[in-house]
């Protein structure tokens, strides 16, 4: 079966372990999940074009972009972008990210998960511009919920699809 390498990338604290956690077990938990180093799952997944394993890179710990090196990123068909849909500024950190992924690797598949769905009706009205920037970009947002797992499967899926 083909494999395929897919970074999870994003602000501090916006779901990405969670999100690989939900998808991987299909489980949750409201605890902050600490970890060390870089944990990598897998999961098989079965799309429109075929079967794909999907290698799933969650950089644990201090997970802020500049302290993540070309190391972790090298290698990657893909990534998944996660932002905290009731944290503006991590669509900002997201698109910021993005750019330099893009640089790195050449104009890989990615997504823009807005995580944390199931809190939508807290979520602030000020995330246009930034979500107008990603679809500029011709980056596909989706809202997903690592709790809930609303759009969790379909988004990793889709990157999945985009890879075979
Ligand atoms: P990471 O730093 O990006 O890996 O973030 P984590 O996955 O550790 O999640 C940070 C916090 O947000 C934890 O307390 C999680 O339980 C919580 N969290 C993650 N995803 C969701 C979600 O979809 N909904 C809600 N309500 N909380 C979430
Ligand atoms: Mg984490």
């Given at each position: 079966?083909?494999?395929?390498?897919?970074?999870?990338?994003?602000?501090?604290?916006?779901?990405?372990?969670?999100?690989?956690?939900?998808?991987?077990?299909?489980?949750?938990?409201?605890?902050?999940?600490?970890?060390?180093?870089?944990?990598?799952?897998?999961?098989?997944?079965?799309?429109?074009?075929?079967?794909?394993?999907?290698?799933?890179?969650?950089?644990?710990?201090e997970?802020?972009?500049?302290?993540?090196?070309?190391?972790?990123?090298?290698?990657?068909?893909?990534?998944?972008?996660?932002?905290d849909?009731?944290?503006?500024?991590?669509?900002?950190?997201?698109?910021?990210?993005?750019?330099?992924?893009?640089?790195?690797?050449?104009?890989?598949?990615?997504?823009?998960?807005?995580?944390?769905?199931?809190?939508?009706?807290?979520?602030?009205?000020?995330?246009?511009?930034?979500?107008a920037?990603?679809?500029?970009?011709?980056?596909?947002?989706?809202?997903?919920?690592?709790?809930?797992?609303?759009?969790?499967?379909?988004?990793?899926?889709?990157?999945?699809?985009?890879?075979?």
């Amino acid at each position: 079966m083909k494999e395929q390498k897919i970074c999870m990338l994003g602000a501090f604290a916006v779901g990405k372990t969670s999100l690989v956690r939900r998808f991987v077990e299909g489980m949750f938990s409201e605890e902050y999940l600490t970890t060390i180093g870089v944990k990598i799952d897998q999961k098989q997944v079965s799309c429109p074009r075929g079967e794909l394993l999907m290698i799933l890179w969650d950089v644990a710990g201090e997970d802020r972009f500049h302290t993540i090196t070309d190391t972790y990123l090298r290698g990657s068909a893909a990534y998944l972008l996660v932002a905290d849909g009731g944290r503006p500024q991590t669509i900002e950190q997201a698109l910021q990210i993005d750019q330099r992924a893009q640089k790195l690797l050449g104009g890989v598949p990615r997504l823009l998960l807005l995580n944390k769905a199931d809190l939508r009706e807290e979520w602030p009205s000020d995330d246009g511009v930034a979500l107008a920037r990603a679809a500029e970009l011709g980056m596909l947002v989706l809202p997903s919920s690592a709790k809930t797992g609303v759009g969790v499967e379909e988004a990793f899926v889709q990157l999945a699809d985009q890879l075979l």
